[in-house]
Nanobody, 115 residues
Framework: QVQLVESGGGLVQPGGSLRLSCATS????????MGWYRQVPGKQRELVAS???????NYVDSVKGRFTISRDNAKNTVYLQMNNLKPEDTAVYYC?????????WGQGTQVTVSS
C-alpha cells in the first residue's frame, strides 16, 4: 500500500516558522510530482507548492517569499519550510504525489498560526 507519511505540524505564533516533512517510497518519489496542499473547513483544497524530481518548483502567490518546498532524493522526502507564518495560513496541510490522473494523499497535519 502506497503511503505518504507526514510530520511537522503544530501551533505557532504569527511570524514563526514550521517545517513539514513527507516521506514515501522510492518509486513514488522518483516518478511523481510532489506537493503540499492545504484545506480549511468550507473551502476547497488548494495547492500551496509543488516540486518535480528535477527540482522545478511552483507556489501559490500567497506564500511566495515565505514558503520553500524542497526534496531530498536520497531520503525520498519532500519538505515545506514555512516562514513568517500568518493566521491565514492556518489549515490542514496534505502531502500530495501527482502523476496525472493519479493523486496520492497523506493523512494531513494541522498547522495553526495564532497568538
Amino acid at each position: 500500500q502506497v503511503q505518504l507519511v507526514e510530520s511537522g505540524g503544530g501551533l505557532v505564533q504569527p511570524g514563526g516558522s514550521l517545517r513539514l516533512s513527507c516521506a514515501t517510497s522510492r518509486i513514488i518519489f522518483s516518478i511523481y510530482v510532489m506537493g503540499w496542499y492545504r484545506q480549511v473547513p468550507g473551502k476547497q483544497r488548494e495547492l500551496v507548492a509543488s516540486v518535480t524530481y528535477g527540482g522545478n518548483t511552483n507556489y501559490v502567490d500567497s506564500v511566495k517569499g515565505r514558503f520553500t518546498i524542497s526534496r531530498d532524493n536520497a531520503k525520498n522526502t519532500v519538505y515545506l519550510q514555512m516562514n513568517n507564518l500568518k493566521p491565514e495560513d492556518t489549515a490542514v496541510y496534505y502531502c500530495n504525489a501527482n502523476l496525472n490522473p493519479v493523486n496520492l494523499w497523506g493523512q494531513g497535519t494541522q498547522v495553526t498560526v495564532s497568538s
